[in-house]
């Protein structure tokens, strides 16, 4: 019996997948979700603020915390000893920042005591930056400059600089701690730094997270001599290198194996960031599918035929585990936005859709662009949703309607701001948290005149990483793979074509709404 397991390292939790490679089913799913598992951390959402504008921190404790809680839990429900593949995945950008220590610690960890305990000494910067921080809009600026403009950073590393990107990140570090950053001897992404404590060695970063960093030249997915020298001092000594997807890192770490009765012979499999993991995932790492991924935040993304760059500036190209690139345009705004609304009014979700169907499309010519926190598709700062309709709409007495609007507002956003990626197939392909809401689906549906088809594992991105364990571990073919566990849900959701003229002209105000911003 041969088991592949997957990890995915998300904003709010953290989870696996186990396939069960000879059987082509998927033995068992499990989940810790640091809000409600983790309450000493006091983040039930995963993240924290900081003190200055915009920081939005982490704390990789807590994550380790919940690996420990993960493979507890994974134990009850399988035998660990029959994994031989492992892969994961890390929300992107988020870095963290480790010391001397880290090295010999993280391949001698000792089963006694917890990942946390171990690790804690060697963090020179006590929480990691995630990609919801939006406080180094001066780094960027700064960063643009030196490399003499937008367009040569988008040319070089597949984006403009971009507040959560990895980079920006760092030359904050490094200007505002100064006497931490030389104590700095290593920063990982989430990714690389899960897949670091797995392999029990320090772990090369993959192509398709790399990339959103602005410090990885997407030409020749090596760190870009340029954007390391804009970024900070010394800084290609303090990153691991950078390595293409299917690169295995070696054999898991002693510590799962002592504690967890993992099997010393199991391979890891370097991770990836949770969108490239989530387009294996979802059977499209070739060109010609599009997916929406509806999670903390919604992503747009797709494998792409060749290298297209956001006019705009908004969107990115990433590395594709499978080979070539994929673009993907996220709204920060996502499922955060629809709990805003939903907990306004004290609805359930089924309150909430029932607000829908009781709404008509188009919400009677009222219009919300609801970004509650600062936004990057567009670009927006404030922390307050615009709104244009009645005065009932407008002063938010009337839920039904702000829900809806609120809805519309988000996938007309979404239409208008992935023109750019010139993806014209018919069906687009679903998955996160959110996708299991037929009534939020069907809105999807009508904006964007598309059939929707919902994956049957809401977990796309471990399922991801553990189909690219398989395929590189046990040389399984991804065409095999995706056709045993990428399933997709048989009641496919058809857009109702009356509605299409009534969201034409909701996309034209949302575009004129949009310039006001
Ligand atoms: P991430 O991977 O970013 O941590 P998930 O993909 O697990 O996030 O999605 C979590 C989100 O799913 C929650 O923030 C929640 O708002 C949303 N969600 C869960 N159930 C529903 C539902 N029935 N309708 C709409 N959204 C939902
Ligand atoms: C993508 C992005 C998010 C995170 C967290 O650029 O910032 O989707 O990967 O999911």
Request: hydrophobic residues 35%; aromatic residues 8%; proline residues 4%.
């Amino acid at each position: 019996m041969a088991y592949s397991l997957g990890i995915d390292a998300s904003t709010q939790s953290i989870s696996a997948i186990v396939l069960n490679l000879d059987d082509n089913e998927i033995l068992c799913e499990c989940s810790v979700n640091f809000g409600e598992n983790l309450p000493k951390y006091n983040a039930p959402n995963g993240f924290i603020n900081g003190n200055a504008t915009g920081e939005i921190f982490a704390d990789p404790l807590m994550w380790l915390d919940a690996l420990d809680i993960l493979f507890e839990k994974l134990q009850l429900i399988c035998d660990l000893n029959k994994i031989t593949s492992i892969s994961g995945a890390g929300q992107q950008h988020g870095s963290v920042y480790l010391n001397d220590k880290w090295i010999k610690t993280c391949e001698n960890l000792d089963p006694k005591s917890s990942l946390s305990e171990q690790i804690a000494p060697c963090l020179s910067r006590k929480y990691s930056p995630i990609w919801m921080d939006k406080s180094t809009t001066q780094e960027c600026q700064e960063i643009t400059h030196s490399l003499g403009g937008n367009r040569e950073i988008c040319r070089k590393s597949g984006s403009v600089a971009i507040e959560r990107f990895s980079g920006p990140q760092i030359r904050r570090f490094y200007k505002n701690h100064l006497e931490d950053y030389p104590q700095t001897k290593r920063i990982h992404l989430v990714s690389s730094f899960i897949c670091s404590i797995i392999a029990g060695k320090d772990s090369a970063i993959d192509t398709g997270d790399g990339a959103g960093m602005n410090l990885m030249n997407i030409d020749s997915n090596t760190w870009d001599v340029d954007l390391l020298k804009a970024t900070a001092p010394g800084l290609l000594d303090r990153l691991p290198n950078i390595s293409q997807g299917n690169t295995i890192i070696g054999c898991v770490s002693g510590y799962f194996v002592r504690k967890f009765n993992l099997n010393s012979e199991a391979e890891v499999v370097i991770f990836t960031g949770d969108n490239p993991s989530s387009l294996v995932g979802m059977a499209s790492s070739s060109p010609g599918k599009k997916v929406i991924s509806l999670g903390t935040s919604d992503t747009f993304f797709a494998a792409m035929p060749e290298t297209l760059s956001d006019p705009n500036g908004f969107g990115h190209v990433f590395g594709n585990p499978s080979g070539g690139s994929m673009s993907l345009q996220c709204f920060l705004n996502g499922s955060l936005a629809r709990e805003k609304v939903r907990k306004k009014y004290k609805f359930s979700w089924e309150e909430f859709n029932q607000a829908i169907k009781d709404t008509s499309p188009g919400s009677n010519g009222n219009y919300m662009l609801p970004f509650f926190s600062p936004e990057i598709s567009p670009l927006y700062d404030g922390q307050n949703p615009i709104l244009e309709g009645t005065k009932s709409f407008e002063n938010w007495s009337n839920p039904k309607l702000a829900i809806r609007a609120c809805l519309e507002g988000q996938f007309l956003n979404m239409k208008i701001h992935t023109k750019w990626m010139k993806s014209n197939t018919s069906t687009i392909y679903v998955t996160g948290g959110a996708s299991q809401n037929n009534t939020i689906l069907q809105i999807i549906s009508d904006i964007f005149q598309s059939d929707i088809k919902k994956s049957e594992v809401t977990g796309s991105v471990a399922l991801g990483a553990a189909m690219r364990a398989a395929q590189h571990c046990m040389k399984i073919d991804l065409s095999i793979l995706e056709n045993n566990f990428c399933r997709f849900s048989n009641d496919v959701i058809n857009p109702n074509v009356d509605n299409e003229n009534i969201y034409l002209e909701a996309e034209s105000n949302i575009k004129t709404l949009l310039l006001t911003i």
